[in-house]
């Protein structure tokens, strides 16, 4: 059975950092796509960013660019996700995604594959 745990969510400050980690087990992805969403309370969820197999393209939301870094260690089997400057309104769960396919996209129908979520709570 294939297993997506996250790791590494919390209670933080805003303006602080914070660094998900997202451990497959069941199966690797390491020639997949993968990729982090984000639900906050009474909102859908949605795209946060996304990586290709090899790291080489990855693909972010506009309102995290420039804050936010996807990583992968293919050979830890492990994809990251590094939150700087974080702000209140980016309370919420935080998912990560496998695909089957090494297409990198922000739809959730790209990914087959979903762990539970970790909480991270940002307050002002």
């Known amino acids: 059975q294939v297993q997506l745990v996250e790791s590494g969510g919390g209670l933080v400050q805003a303006g602080g950092s914070l660094r998900l980690s997202c451990s497959p087990s069941?199966?690797?992805?390491?020639?997949?796509?993968m990729g982090w969403f984000r639900q906050a309370p009474g909102k859908e969820r949605e795209f946060v960013a996304a990586i290709n197999w090899s790291g080489g393209n990855t693909l972010y939301a506009d309102s995290v660019k420039g804050r936010f870094t996807i990583s992968r260690d293919n050979a830890k089997n492990t994809l990251y996700l590094q939150m700087k400057s974080l702000e209140s309104e980016e309370t919420g769960g935080y998912y990560c995604?496998?695909?089957?396919?090494?297409?990198?996209?922000?739809?959730?129908?790209?990914?087959?594959?979903w762990g539970q979520g970790t909480q991270v709570t940002v307050s002002s």
């Open positions: 995604a496998a695909s089957r396919r090494n297409t990198v996209g922000a739809a959730e129908r790209s990914y087959e594959y």
């Open positions: 069941g199966r690797t992805f390491s020639s997949s796509a």
